[in-house]
């Protein structure tokens, strides 16, 4: 069990090493990125509406629930908030318009970690899902590794334009990608823990991933993809109801 937390884990994550990668030696349009953020946003909404909170009502109480939830939400929102001062808060742009960031040292490195922070709370949902008694979910795994592609591409931009080499950028995406296996193996701690525990966990991360969407993920789809986002967000959605009930 452990085993395989650490393999979903690592396999969601690798998605912003893949974005790296991409970002590094390809060109990709703005616009498609938008849309593959766009794409990501939908299946994480998708996700955790009927995977985190759907199980967490079912295992427990709505007080539970929303104790959980919205202290996720808060969390994540004080968090970004810390990380934007440094930089981080332009960690899913794309553009090269903001020539102030570009020259600041620490800006790079600020985005990187506000990726970090997006990353690590969406990994432990795997092995929340394998403590909660379900095999690992895969609408959670593909909802995630869509999401983290976009991250990979335009954090690594901001990297670039920071003066970090190539080869330190792969080298701190290769730990963003052993972080998150282990913080999906850290979610099975939970498999000891009360049905409440269990709920409150669960619906704190999610809490946490929708406060992300709606901070970073979905303004940005929008000004890279237009009002098609819209479309695309939903197609997102769709796929991870798909998954949800024919997998």
Known sequence: MWWTALLWGTIAAS?????????????????????????????????????????????SGFTQVAIGFLGGAIVFTLLDSIVSHSGGKRRKETTANHQKVA?????????????????????????????????????????????NLPEGLSSTVSLKRGGYE?????????????FSAISSGGGLLLIAAS?????????????????????TMM??????????????????MFISLFLHHAI
């Open 195 to 215: 049905d409440s525990m269990k709920a409150i966990t669960s619906a704190f991360a999610g809490g946490a991933i929708i406060a992300m969407i709606a901070s």
């Open 15 to 59: 998605a912003t090493l893949l974005g790296a990668l991409l970002s590094l030696y390809v060109a990709i349009s703005k616009r498609l990125i938008g849309f593959i953020m766009a794409l990501g946003t939908g299946a994480l909404i998708g996700a955790t509406s009927y995977e985190l909170l759907e199980d967490a009502l079912e295992i």
């Open 166 to 178: 190539n080869r330190t950028i792969l080298l701190l995406w290769l730990a963003v990608v052993l």
């Open 103 to 147: 020259h600041q040292g620490n800006s790079g490195l600020g985005m990187f970690i506000g990726t970090i922070m997006d990353t690590l709370p969406e990994s432990a949902m795997i092995g929340m899902s394998i403590a909660n008694g379900d095999n690992v979910s895969a609408a959670l795994v593909v909802s995630i590794f869509i999401s």
């Open 219 to 236: 303004p940005e789809a929008y000004k890279e993809g237009g009002p098609t986002v819209g479309i695309v967000t939903a197609v997102g």
